[in-house]
Structures are given as structure tokens and as C-alpha cells.
């Protein structure tokens, strides 16, 4: 009885422990590899008819103090992916009008310390507007937690001021 009870308890570890195989809609390809690059640039304007949406990327402390490589968050809208960071930075965008879902990965690259992880959104674009949607890193004792959560314009130029833009490049 002991062994059957033994048995369930890491059949049921391992399953909690295992990531997704499938990505929500909103998200592109789960095998996708970006290069990141940063860059000193200031914020964009939107284009008249479009809307413009910023993903800030608020990275955690903690792998930064003990100088481990943060790890890289993919966005993606409407089921393509569309930049990464992986650092503290932000990236903008231009959209058309009308609704959106969003979609961050966090992509898993130091073991069992970091495991895929998604959050996931929806809005409605209208045109000529500006959307801030801001990403954080949590550190906690045996993971890294991932979330996604639309900002105040406040909120999102002070961060945008502060941090460098990323630049991304999917690698084929």
C-alpha cells in the first residue's frame, strides 16, 4: 500500500510540474528563438487611424543580484509573436483598431528554476490611442513567476523613461 501511495504522489508531482504543450491562441509558435538587442530610443507617437501599444518589461531583482541571465519573455498578439526583451526594457508597436489578445511567454532556459510560463489579455484598440501592458518577473524560493497587467500612462512613462527599448529579431 505504501509503494501505490508513494507511486500516485510523484505520478501526480510530475504532472503538476509539466509545462503545457499548447500555447493559447493569442500566442505564436512555442519553439520560437529570439535575439534581443537594447537600444536608446524615445517613445513612439501613434499613427493617425492606428493605436499603439507598449509591453514594458519590469525584470526581477533577484536573478539580476546574483548575476543569473533573466530570463526571455515573448509577446505576441493575435497568434503571432511580435518582440521580446530580456532585460528591463520596453517595445512598442503599432495595431489597427478593434480587438486584441494578447500573449507573453516566459521562456524557461536555467532547468527547473524557470518553467514556460504564459499570461495571457484582451482589449479593444481604438484608433489613435496608446495601451501600456507591463510584464514582471517574481522570484520566488524555487521558481520564477511571470504577470501580465495593463498599466496607467503614469505608471508606464516612468518606466518607459527609465528603461532602454528592445529590439528583436525572431532567429529562423
Known amino acids: ?46 499613427v493617425p487611424g492606428k493605436a499603439l501599444i507598449y509591453f514594458i518589461q519590469q525584470a526581477g531583482s533577484r536573478l539580476n543580484q546574483i548575476n543569473w541571465r533573466v530570463p ?8 503571432a509573436w511580435v518582440g521580446a526583451y530580456n532585460e ?13 489578445h494578447v500573449c507573453t511567454l516566459m521562456q524557461g532556459q536555467m532547468g527547473l528554476l524557470i518553467r514556460d510560463q504564459v499570461e495571457t489579455a484582451d482589449f ?18 524555487n521558481t520564477e513567476y511571470l504577470f501580465l ?6 505608471q508606464a512613462l516612468y518606466r518607459i523613461a527609465s528603461y532602454p527599448r528592445s529590439v528583436s529579431k525572431q532567429k529562423k
Open 1 to 46: 500500500m505504501k509503494h501505490v501511495l508513494l507511486a500516485l504522489l510523484l505520478a501526480a508531482s510530475a504532472v503538476a510540474q509539466k509545462p503545457p504543450n499548447d500555447l493559447p491562441s493569442a500566442c505564436g509558435p512555442k519553439d520560437a528563438n529570439f535575439e534581443v538587442k537594447l537600444e536608446n530610443a524615445k517613445p513612439a507617437q501613434p
Open 72 to 79: 526571455t519573455v515573448l509577446l505576441g498578439i493575435d497568434g
Open 88 to 100: 528591463s526594457a520596453w517595445f512598442a508597436m503599432e495595431i489597427a483598431p478593434g480587438e486584441h
Open 124 to 141: 479593444v484598440a481604438e484608433a489613435n490611442h496608446v495601451y501600456y501592458f507591463r510584464t514582471r518577473e517574481i522570484a520566488a524560493t
Open 149 to 154: 497587467d495593463a498599466v496607467d500612462r503614469d
